[in-house]
């Protein structure tokens, strides 16, 4: 995932010509900072910013989030993207949740992430990456969960073995989902439970076909 520098462009009144570019020197100064990956020196920078200038807008936050991030200051980015994502809406919360969840992906905390990239997609459907996050985390997590230690295996004893029909169906919407066509592979998966319960051993994927519909709406 491609991380996204966004530079704040400040709109200021000509009352005090010298504060105004200061402050602007200081916005330059952290954005070059980030830009030429000089990240210890971009946290420096984007904290003056905050600490010395007063610019507390959640975007000069968030290119510090990336630069903590960037600069191996896991914690404190967490930190700062969950402040981001909890207390602003939009585009920024948006951000924020989604780099969180690319951060608990790394750390395999798979379904943490995928709930922050589902948020990321509530709080801006547009939010292509975390779509394609969430999209794709979805997919593995399902191809993989007989295979993950956490996973509540306990619940697989009551549910029915699938007949040959079930499997048939199933792989159909296989088929779809790699063909990202997820509304069409869940109305296959919900047509074929009406006629046969065996399909009910397939719930989870089923769910993950749901939250993906619910959030492509």
């Known amino acids: 995932?491609?991380?996204?520098?966004?530079?704040?462009?400040?709109?200021?009144?000509p009352s005090d010509w010298k504060n105004i570019a200061i402050t602007n020197e200081a916005i330059t100064r952290a954005a070059n900072a980030f830009k030429e990956a000089d990240f210890e020196n971009s946290v420096r920078e984007h904290l003056a910013?905050?600490?010395?200038?007063?610019?507390?807008?959640?975007?000069i936050k968030f290119n510090l989030a990336l630069?903590?991030?960037?600069n191996g200051q896991e914690e404190d980015a967490k930190k700062t993207y969950e402040e981001l994502s909890n207390?602003?809406?939009?585009?920024?919360?948006?951000?924020?949740?989604?780099?969180?969840?690319?951060?608990?992906?790394?750390?395999?905390?798979?379904?943490?992430?995928?709930?922050?990239?589902?948020?990321?997609?509530?709080?801006?459907p547009g939010n292509e990456k975390a779509r394609y996050n969430y999209e794709l985390l979805s997919r593995w997590l399902?191809?993989?969960?007989?295979?993950?230690?956490?996973?509540?295996?306990?619940?697989?004893?009551?549910?029915?073995?699938?007949?040959?029909?079930?499997?048939?169906m199933k792989a159909q919407a296989d088929e779809l989902v790699d063909r990202f066509e997820f509304e069409e592979a869940?109305?296959?998966?919900?047509?074929?439970?009406?006629?046969?319960?065996?399909?009910?051993?397939?719930?989870?994927?089923?769910d993950h076909l749901k939250d993906i519909n619910e959030i492509n709406q």
Do not use: C
Request: proline share 3%; charged share 25%; aromatic share 8%.
């Open 87 to 124: 207390n602003t809406i939009g585009t920024i919360s948006s951000f924020a949740s989604n780099q969180q969840g690319v951060m608990l992906g790394n750390e395999k905390k798979y379904k943490e992430a995928l709930a922050l990239f589902k948020k990321a997609l509530l709080n801006d």
């Open 1 to 13: 995932m491609v991380s996204r520098y966004i530079l704040w462009i400040l709109l200021l009144l």
């Open 186 to 206: 869940m109305k296959t998966m919900e047509s074929a439970l009406e006629i046969d319960e065996t399909v009910a051993s397939y719930q989870k994927f089923m």
């Open 67 to 70: 630069s903590y991030q960037s």
């Open 49 to 59: 910013l905050i600490d010395e200038h007063g610019m507390n807008q959640p975007e």
């Open 142 to 168: 399902e191809g993989n969960e007989e295979n993950q230690e956490n996973e509540e295996n306990q619940e697989q004893e009551d549910k029915p073995e699938p007949s040959n029909y079930a499997k048939r």
